[in-house]
């Protein structure tokens, strides 16, 4: 499977924002659904944001919403994940993949099904004064 390239990540202070891009010279993601995830040390990796890939709908983690913004630029084939008001506990790599579709099977967050791609490099946000 093809990998989606990550990038914008960085050293932030608290408080700070940073714009996350997610794309691919090799995927299309036209129609495709795409979702951001992170994965902190020691912990596991969680699903954090999704995008749909028909109607561009968004979902999002209790935690993130209104501080995160994830859209996507069909004519860049890119989806971002803006962030804003970084606290140090959303220091992770951030990574995103590409499904076939998005499940919502509780009251927030979201869940890709039908992944297309596989897990990337990764781009590494670290929030701290």
């Known amino acids: 499977q093809v990998q989606l390239v990550e990038s914008g990540g960085g050293l932030v202070q608290p408080g700070g924002s940073l714009r996350l891009t997610c794309g691919s010279s090799e995927f299309n993601l036209d129609n495709y659904a795409v979702g951001w995830f992170r994965q902190a040390p020691g912990l596991e990796r969680e699903e954090i944001a999704c995008?749909?890939?028909?109607?561009?709908?968004?979902y999002y983690q209790y935690y993130v919403e209104g501080r995160f913004t994830i859209s996507r630029d069909s004519a860049k084939n890119t989806v971002y994940l803006e962030m804003s008001r970084l606290q140090p506990d959303d220091t992770a790599t951030y990574y995103c993949?590409?499904?076939?579709?998005?499940?919502?099977?509780?009251?927030?967050?979201?869940?890709?099904?039908?992944?297309?791609?596989?897990w990337g490099q990764g781009t590494q946000v670290t929030v701290s004064s």
């Open positions: 995008v749909s890939g028909r109607d561009t709908s968004t």
């Open positions: 993949r590409a499904a076939r579709t998005i499940t919502t099977p509780q009251i927030t967050g979201c869940r890709l099904v039908g992944l297309a791609t596989s």
